[in-house]
C-alpha cells in the first residue's frame, strides 16, 4: 500500500547527541514537509522540500538539519544544538499543482525524548 | 502566513450534529479550505476539502458561503471516537509552507 514511513517511533537521546528521523514516502509525491508537536499546540513547520537536492527552512529550522537525496525519502537530523528537541515529530508529503490544495498525507510519527 | 480563526474547544453529546466555525477573513482568490482530524500521538489525517458552497463526502460536510470569509464543518451523529482535534487550513497548489496549523479545535464527545 502507498504511504509515507516514518522511523522510529519512539527515541531516546542523551543531552549532546545528535540523532536522525527517517521518513520515506511511496507516493511519488512533490513535496515533503518536517513538523514538530508539543503538547496541546498545533504542528510547527521545521523544513520543507518540494524537489530533490533543494529544501528550505520552516519557521523553527535552528537546530536541526535535512537532506533531500532521493524524491521518496527526507531525514530530519535532531543536533545538540537544539535547545529543547523533546518532542513529537511529524513528517508529511503532498502532490504540488493541479489547481487545489494537494492532501497533505503525513506518517505516524515519532517521539523524541532527551534524557 | 495564511491563518484561520477557530474555537479552541468544543463538547458535544454522542449522537449530535457537530458544527465547527473557521473565520478566515482575509482568504486569497486561489485558496482552498482542508480541514483535518487528529487524535493523540497520530498524524493528522484529511477529512474534507472545498472552495465555495457546499461540500459532502462520507464523514462531514464543509460549508462555505459566497464571500468565503468562513467556513463550517457539520460532522454528523458524533460518536466518542469522533473526539479529537480539528485543524482548519487555507491554502492553494503552492505547497503547505506558508499554512499555519494553529492548535486546532479540541471536540470532546460525551457518551
Known amino acids: 500500500d502507498g504511504g509515507i514511513t516514518q522511523s522510529p517511533k519512539y527515541l531516546f537521546r542523551k543531552e549532546g547527541q545528535n540523532v536522525t528521523l527517517s521518513c520515506e514516502q511511496n507516493?511519488?509525491?512533490?513535496?515533503m514537509y518536517w513538523y514538530r508537536q508539543d503538547p496541546g499546540q498545533g504542528l510547527r513547520l521545521i523544513y520543507y522540500s518540494q524537489i530533490v537536492n533543494d529544501f528550505q527552512k520552516g519557521d523553527i529550522a535552528e537546530g536541526y538539519s535535512v537532506s533531500r537525496e532521493k524524491k521518496e525519502s527526507f531525514p530530519l537530523t535532531v543536533t545538540s544544538a537544539q535547545k529543547n528537541p523533546t518532542a513529537f515529530y511529524l513528517c508529511?508529503?503532498?502532490?504540488?499543482?493541479?489547481?487545489?490544495?494537494?492532501?497533505?498525507?503525513f506518517g505516524e510519527g515519532s517521539r523524541l525524548t532527551v534524557l | 502566513l495564511a491563518k484561520t480563526t477557530q474555537p479552541i474547544s468544543m463538547d458535544s453529546y454522542e449522537g449530535q450534529e457537530v458544527n465547527i466555525t473557521c473565520s478566515h477573513n482575509?482568504?486569497?482568490?486561489?485558496?482552498?479550505i482542508t480541514w483535518y482530524q487528529q487524535f493523540p500521538s497520530q498524524g493528522p489525517r484529511f477529512i474534507i476539502q472545498g472552495y465555495k458552497t457546499k461540500v459532502t463526502n462520507e464523514v462531514a460536510s464543509l460549508f462555505i458561503p459566497a464571500d468565503r470569509k468562513s467556513s463550517t464543518l457539520s460532522l454528523p451523529r458524533v460518536s466518542l471516537s469522533d473526539t479529537a482535534v480539528y485543524y482548519c487550513?487555507?491554502?492553494?497548489?503552492?505547497?503547505?509552507?506558508?499554512?499555519?496549523f494553529g492548535i486546532g479545535t479540541k471536540l470532546q464527545v460525551i457518551p
Open positions: 482575509n482568504i486569497a482568490t486561489n485558496d482552498y
Open positions: 487550513l487555507r491554502g492553494n497548489s503552492g505547497g503547505y509552507q506558508k499554512v499555519t
Open positions: 508529511a508529503s503532498t502532490v504540488l499543482g493541479g489547481g487545489n490544495t494537494g492532501e497533505l498525507f
Open positions: 507516493l511519488n509525491h512533490d513535496a
